[in-house]
């Protein structure tokens, strides 16, 4: 089991930055890759960025520029850097991780930005 817990959402203005956190414990090791998503009520969960183990990221293009992933190995951390930010970028924001067999969610951190 991994267990995932997200912090750093918040309420800004457009134009401004935050820094997502999720720290990563359990059976860690088995990952292959790690990713941030992003839900509004009523839609989809829908992909933002992700990470492999390898170090490759791969973003949603309306975010691609802005946004930035980044692992810290040393503290079993996923981060997610968003400049930029705007109103359509409110959301409930979840950490991910996946092994070969197994889907991983954390609890969702809440990002809204205020136009």
């Known amino acids: 089991q991994v267990q995932l817990v997200e912090s750093g959402g918040g309420l800004v203005q457009a134009g401004d930055s935050l820094r997502l956190s999720c720290n990563a414990s359990?059976?860690?090791?088995?990952?292959?890759?790690m990713g941030w998503y992003r839900q509004t009520p009523g839609k989809q969960r829908d992909f933002v960025a992700a990470?492999?183990?390898?170090?490759?990221?791969k973003y949603l293009d309306s975010v691609e520029g802005r946004f930035t992933i980044s692992h810290d190995n040393a503290k079993n951390t996923l981060y997610l850097q968003m400049n930029s930010l705007k109103p359509e970028d409110t959301a409930l924001y979840y950490c991910?991780?996946?092994?070969?067999?197994?889907?991983?969610w954390g609890q969702g951190t809440q990002v809204t930005v205020s136009s």
């Open positions: 991910n991780a996946a092994s070969w067999t197994k889907n991983y």
């Open positions: 359990g059976d860690i090791n088995g990952l292959t890759s």
């Open positions: 990470i492999t183990s390898g170090g490759n990221t």
